[in-house]
């Protein structure tokens, strides 16, 4: 029972505790699930589809080894590979061998993975033939397992006994960490256990309602990725395992599939609306989840052209497992809300004094209940500054979110942003210290601040201010080659702009609102000077889509376009612009491995599809000239 002190509405609001399976564990959910239903498909992969009795079999196989390895309660797995069956399997089995998983996405530089693995301290890693040589040089003091070895499917496939318990970890993911340093989260059983139940309830997939066909498009180094791999798979789920090819193959997907539901972020809910394809088979869905940065009321009114299903705006941190409030959206406004608490979790909006505002008022959000997470991996300290206990409110741990919001006279509650520095883009968060740290190592770099600009709406980006040291600085080329080497690519700002200093506030710290208040980095600025704009029809086509994609004034020959402050964001918009003048499909990965105008030219004028398309293009362009004389 929650004090009398707190307003009566906030009272009633946190009434949220439901009974759930509280000594359970994720393993004995999904055994629970694969006896109900052996026979039915669990997971799509590719060409590959495992039954419920496939994926359970071929998961305690590899969880016998890994326990004659010596994994068990709260031992700590490394799992790097490519998104196949195998890395299901490999989740599951190192779940019910009792370990805890921790994500090492082999895309990210070895600097970061090398930085992760130490943290960690772990000893053993799961990874692919194919995975493997995106590891980091030095692994000798790890023991390396190849989850595709042909004597582990030599193993028994009976169940394996496990000692685990719902307060051991089930996994560990690293997040951004204002120090310069990631900083692992530690998620137990119990909380995830507890969010399972809660989604049932959230989002209408309670007993008597008929599992259906989710799409997994997230990496698993992201936690929204257990809802769509470990809640499905303990619901009755057939689970599409997504690629990462892009919205048009997301498209594709949904119709061969019969997709029912899909999760993911506002940015690439958009992107999906800039494919045609995509954006119709969107129809199709029953249930679409939106989450991890704002959701603008335009999404939802594009959304609603195409799909009249539920869709539902979910809000919550990794540190409370996953989503911790939901809110089914109908009406639009100018903003949409982040809802409720899911089951057997508060929220309270405190003050600077740590009291609770009155309804309508702006506050920090706290958030209680069973899925705060254990704390910080080996960071004590931070654990107990952001983990805090306020007696006069709750029995329970509260986490400290940094985010400020209101509660609506309704309940729900209205999202406002953050109370310090941190950004939310396209999903992912950020830390800018980690960022600035890394800048401030990088010859002739004295100090910097990593800020996010939107200078046209929908379109975000990391922008980097600096003030030089003596002796010159890095080119904005070379300090972004700099930052890709040891941060993911979400996390390289799209732009590097130098100050004579920095402007500051009465106070005499550095005034981020006042950089916002610059004009716009010229982002064509940002490479070598001596490419001119393309000049074959073929690049002109290229350098056109890339101009309005990124709303510059020109494109040069030889410009990269990651260098220009192309995202996952602009390649879709571009990919969609190129299909529609060329007429032809394009691979998202093409944009990704031929970066320039002059190399995608070359790439693309090996087609005689595209170059066809090039002739007629001229002759129609010729004609409309002749008409107009």
């Known amino acids: 029972m929650l004090p009398a002190q707190l307003p009566d509405p906030l009272l009633a609001w946190n009434q949220t505790a439901v009974d759930y399976p509280r000594s359970s564990t994720i393993a004995e959910l999904f055994a629970l699930q694969a006896a109900r239903t052996p026979g ?40 790097a590979m490519a998104r196949t069956e195998s890395l299901v399997i490999t989740l599951l089995a190192i779940l019910k061998a009792g370990g805890a998983y921790v994500p090492l ?24 033939e194919e995975s493997r040589p995106h590891l980091p040089f030095d692994l000798s003091d790890l023991a390396l397992v190849n989850a595709e070895d042909f004597s582990i499917a030599s193993l028994s496939s009976a169940p394996v006994p496990s000692t685990a318990a719902s307060h051991h970890l089930a996994y560990v993911l690293y997040t951004s960490g204002s120090t310069g340093k990631p900083k692992g989260v530690m998620l137990e059983h119990r909380n995830v256990v507890n969010f399972f139940t809660g989604m049932d309830l959230a989002i209408g997939q309670g007993t008597g309602v008929a599992p259906g066909v989710f799409l997994a498009v997230t990496s698993v180094s992201f936690d929204i990725s257990v809802l769509e791999l470990l809640w499905t798979l303990t619901r009755g789920f057939t689970v599409v395992l997504d690629a990462g090819r892009g919205p048009g193959f997301i498209g594709e997907q949904i119709v061969r599939h019969g997709v ?70 109908q009406e639009v406004g100018s903003s949409v809300s982040i809802g409720r608490p899911i089951a057997s979790t508060q929220i309270y909006l405190l003050d600077e004094a740590l009291q609770p505002v009155p309804v309508g008022e702006i506050g920090e959000l706290f958030i209680g209940g069973d899925g705060v997470a254990r704390g910080y991996w080996k960071l004590p300290d931070l654990t107990a500054e952001r983990f805090i206990t306020l007696p006069s409110l709750s029995v329970q741990r509260l986490y400290r979110t940094g985010d400020l919001a209101r509660f609506l006279p309704d309940g729900n509650l209205e999202f406002l942003g953050r109370a310090d520095y941190q950004i939310k883009l396209r999903g992912h968060r950020i830390e800018p210290g980690e960022i600035e740290a890394f800048l401030e190592q990088c010859r002739g770099v004295r100090q910097a601040v990593v800020v996010l600009r939107e200078d046209r709406e929908g379109d975000k980006r990391l922008v980097a201010y600096l003030v030089a040291s003596a002796g010159g600085p890095e080119s904005p080329a070379e300090l972004r080659a700099t930052l890709a080497s040891k941060l993911p690519d979400y996390m390289v700002p799209s732009a590097f702009v130098f100050l004579p200093s920095f402007p500051l506030t009465h106070n005499g710290k550095i005034d981020r609102k006042a950089l916002l208040k610059l004009p716009p980095p010229n982002l064509s600025a940002q490479t070598p000077d001596g490419a001119s704009e393309a000049g074959t029809e073929i690049e002109q086509i290229i350098a056109r889509a890339w101009r309005e994609a990124l709303a510059i004034p020109s494109v040069g020959f030889t410009d990269n376009f990651f260098d220009l402050g192309a995202h996952s964001l602009t390649l879709a918009e571009v990919q969609t612009r190129l299909q529609q003048e060329l007429g032809r499909e394009i691979p998202l990965v ?32 010729r004609r409309r000239m002749a008409r107009s004389l």
Do not use: C
């Open 590 to 621: 093409d944009l990704f491995e031929f970066s320039t105008v002059a190399a995608l030219a070359a790439h693309l004028a090996g087609s005689q599809t595209v170059i066809a398309a090039i002739q007629a293009s001229a002759r129609a362009q």
């Open 260 to 329: 029912t539901h899909l999760q993911m972020t506002p940015s690439l809910a958009m992107m999906l609306t800039l494919d045609s394809r995509a954006y119709a088979a969107l129809a199709s869905l029953r249930t679409m989840l939106l989450g991890g940065e704002a959701v603008p009321a335009s999404l939802i009114h594009l959304l609603r052209k195409v799909f009249n299903g539920d869709i539902y705006n979910m809000y919550g941190p990794t540190e409370t497992t996953v989503w911790s409030t939901s809110y089914r959206i």
């Open 105 to 128: 996405d082999p895309t990210y530089p070895k600097e970061r993975l090398t930085l992760v693995i130490g943290d960690s301290r772990m000893r053993i890693v799961v990874t692919t």
């Open 40 to 79: 039915h498909i669990a997971l799509i992969a590719g060409s590959r589809q495992l039954t419920y009795r496939q994926l359970d079999q071929s998961s305690n196989r590899l969880a016998r080894h890994l326990q004659s390895l010596g994994v068990g309660p709260d031992t700590l797995v490394g799992v």
